[in-house]
């Protein structure tokens, strides 16, 4: 788990000889310090004991989801934090009507290295959050569904199964669509043993039941580990881990593969070679992604880039770069598992970095 770092970031137009380039500026409003960010510290929920896991930003009431292990660095099996939610504006907690922070029902989460940890909402506003599992073969990885963030009642297990091959999930996730059109995707990461190069997708029937099919790839080293998100077009994602390619994928669930359409080396891609988790714009074709630069306390400071991908011919483009604020001194020690978060909603970026805050 790296650093929680809520980067609120909004997109700003500049007109340069008639094109549109997108930038990234802090939103003001977002946490107490005036660059768009909490820090470790700011609230009780956000610190530097590798205990927030997901962020996921509501597209229909604009909140924030935030996963809060409480845990420390090793994870449990059950929840012992909360999961809450935060204004998107402000980045303060909302309150519910017994004048208490708002928080997910979390009766019956259990299971796995961590109980709860990645999370992500559909276009419909349905909340899903899953655990972490090291070994999926033997230990089910498991999906809750909350119908959204004024939910009280406890989740839905929305998916609760083993899956082989046996790899680590639980790290990428994102989600695309809403009811039966609903799809979830995990990144497999080699840290616990596993290959690292496969996929697995969940789709639904009925919009609230689950079921997975594990992809096989043609990458024949670890990709997803960090980043996986869904494309503009139909059957693809975008994959990128640390020190591996940038990669755009077609998935075929029929034939339960998916290869790669295109690929973008770290000498190719400005950045590449340090940079990590990501997330993906399709309506606005941007794509952004984490570099985390302070591997060790006293490093740093990370960065947030920003691409154009709406050529995938041309490649994609670079368009801004930001300094994650620095926090400290010194600056702590990043997690290594989630390194961190990111998600687009409407002309906003939030990021997460486990141990360093957000933005």
Not at 158 to 172: E, H, I, K, L, M
Not at 204 to 233: K, Y
Not at 299 to 306: A, E, F, R, V
Not at 311 to 326: E, F, M, S
Request: glycine residues 12%; contains cysteine; aromatic residues 6%.
């Amino acid at each position: 788990a790296r650093h929680c770092v809520a980067l609120c970031s909004l997109f700003t137009a500049l007109t340069l000889s008639a094109q549109t380039i997108k930038t990234l500026s802090p939103l003001t409003s977002f946490g107490g310090n005036g660059d768009g960010s909490i820090r470790p510290g700011d609230q009780i929920w956000m610190d530097t004991a590798s205990n927030q896991r997901g962020l996921a930003a509501d597209p229909v009431t604009g909140n924030l989801i935030l996963v809060d292990t409480h845990s420390g660095g090793a994870g449990n099996a059950n929840v012992q934090g909360s999961i809450f939610v935060l204004d998107g504006t402000t980045g303060t907690n909302i309150w519910d009507i017994n004048n208490s922070s708002l928080v997910l029902n979390t009766n019956g989460i259990s299971g796995g290295a961590y109980a709860d940890a990645p999370a992500a909402v559909a276009d419909d506003g349905v909340v899903y959050v899953a655990n972490q599992v090291t070994s999926s073969s033997s230990t089910a990885l498991k999906v809750y569904r909350w119908d959204g963030v004024n939910d009280t009642n406890p989740p839905v297990v929305a998916f609760n199964a083993t899956v082989t091959p046996s790899q680590r999930y639980g790290v990428s996730m994102d989600i695309t669509g809403s009811g039966v059109n609903t799809r979830i995707i995990f990144g497999a990461s080699s840290q616990s043993g596993g290959s690292g190069t496969n996929v697995l997708i969940l789709t639904t029937a009925d919009g609230t039941n689950f079921t997975g099919t594990v992809l096989g790839t043609d990458v024949t080293s670890p990709n997803f580990i960090e980043g996986v998100a869904f494309g503009a077009a139909a059957n693809t994602f975008w994959a990128k881990t640390l020190n591996a390619p940038l990669r755009l994928m077609s998935y075929n669930l029929g034939t339960a593969s998916a290869v790669t359409l295109k690929s973008w080396s770290s000498s190719q891609l400005v950045g590449g070679g340090s940079l990590g988790p990501i997330s993906v714009d399709p309506a606005n074709n941007l794509l952004a992604a984490m570099e985390e630069t302070a591997g060790s306390v006293g490093g740093g400071p990370d960065h947030i880039w920003l691409y154009d991908i709406s050529d995938t011919n041309r490649g994609p483009v670079l368009l801004d770069i930001k300094d994650y604020p620095a926090i400290g001194p010194p600056h702590p020690n990043n997690a290594t598992a989630p390194p961190a978060y990111l998600d687009f909603r409407g002309s906003r970026l939030y990021t997460h970095i486990l141990n360093n805050g957000m933005v």
